[in-house]
């Protein structure tokens, strides 16, 4: 069973930067594909970035985070960041690491591991 803890999370002013960090605990070889999520109030929850971690590429950004969002792996460490650059308001939200075996996708139901969530509070 992976478990997964996300850290980095706090509250930011518009143009800042955080850098989130999602730590898997568990068997490596049972995650292909890891993603970052966020759900606003009263919003469904919507794909960021996610990696293959298998070989390190991007499988894909948001349109929204594009050039402004990074997610990157450290192997070594079984650890997914998220480098968050030039935030707006409207990134706020809470931030979730999401995991799964298969290949990657866009969606949340793809994924079968979720850590609890980060949150990330942008102010104007």
């Known amino acids: 069973q992976v478990q997964l803890v996300e850290s980095g999370g706090g509250s930011v002013q518009a143009g800042g930067s955080l850098r989130l960090s999602c730590a898997a605990f568990g068997y490596s070889y049972s995650t292909n594909c890891m993603g970052w999520f966020r759900q606003a109030p009263g919003k469904e929850r919507e794909g960021v970035a996610a990696?293959?971690?298998?070989?390190?590429?991007?499988?894909y950004y948001a349109d929204s985070v594009k050039d402004r969002f990074t997610i990157s792996q450290d192997n070594a460490k079984n650890t997914v960041y998220l480098q968050m650059n030039s935030l707006k308001p409207e990134d706020t939200a809470v931030y979730y690491c999401?995991?799964?075996?298969?290949?990657?996708?866009?969606?949340?139901?793809?994924?079968?591991?979720w850590g609890r969530g980060t949150q990330v509070t942008v102010s104007s």
């Open positions: 999401a995991a799964d075996s298969r290949t990657c996708a866009r969606g949340p139901l793809q994924y079968n591991h």
């Open positions: 990696i293959e971690t298998g070989g390190g590429s991007t499988y």
